[in-house]
């Protein structure tokens, strides 16, 4: 679900932080420059520990580990995360993953996905109104450009006097790989 372009974005925060820093440097800035041509394409090359600490919260483990699990494994349900990060803390509990993926998806470094059929699922690439296009035989789940670039991508023909902030995209189809399995057992 393309919902945070309507939430605050953390990247406008950064962007802040970046602004009230004096540049000096010229590197710096070449730097910056590319930090936010980055951000712009939905991903940060800051650290984690930065971003976490640029949107008001606290920097802890669980939030570094889930944060990390999300990017290696994109699209990843609470329960996948939870498999991942207890490779790194064995003692964390189901509740304290959902606590953190809900704080972190709250303060914009997490994108939460809501798809038919299918627990939540969450990523870490936040800012570039992306779509999904989604196998509907075996679950498969891509990252889909936004055509336009930014919310909403699509212009309601009634928007019923509402301000629109958000077209949610999913497009569905066969998977290239479920679509030969077909053509296969379709073989006399
Ligand atoms: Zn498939
Ligand atoms: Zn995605």
């Not at 349900?77 to 939870?82: G, I």
């Not at 994108?111 to 570039?128: C, I």
């Amino acid at each position: 679900m393309c919902t945070t372009g309507a939430a605050s974005n953390p990247f406008d925060e950064l962007l802040k932080i970046w602004q009230s820093e004096a540049m000096t440097s010229t590197t710096r800035s070449a730097e910056l420059r590319e930090q936010e041509n980055a951000a712009h394409a939905g991903v940060s090359t800051l650290p984690w520990a930065t971003r976490i600490r640029a949107v008001g919260l606290r920097v802890t483990k669980p939030r570094l580990a889930v944060l990390d699990a999300l990017e290696n494994a994109p699209h990843a349900t609470a329960d996948e995360v939870l498999a991942t990060v207890r490779q790194v803390l064995p003692e964390i509990t189901v509740q304290s993953i959902y606590m953190v993926l809900h704080s972190l998806t709250d303060a914009g470094l997490l994108r939460q996905l809501d798809l038919a059929q299918s627990p939540a699922r969450y990523e870490t690439r936040v800012a570039d109104n992306h779509h999904h296009a989604v196998c509907t035989v075996c679950g498969r789940i891509e990252d889909v450009n936004c055509a336009v670039g930014h919310a909403p991508c699509l212009t309601p023909t009634e928007p019923h006097g509402m301000a629109i902030h958000v077209a949610d995209v999913v497009y569905q189809g066969v998977c290239t790989n479920c679509l030969a399995d077909y053509t296969d057992s379709a073989m006399p």
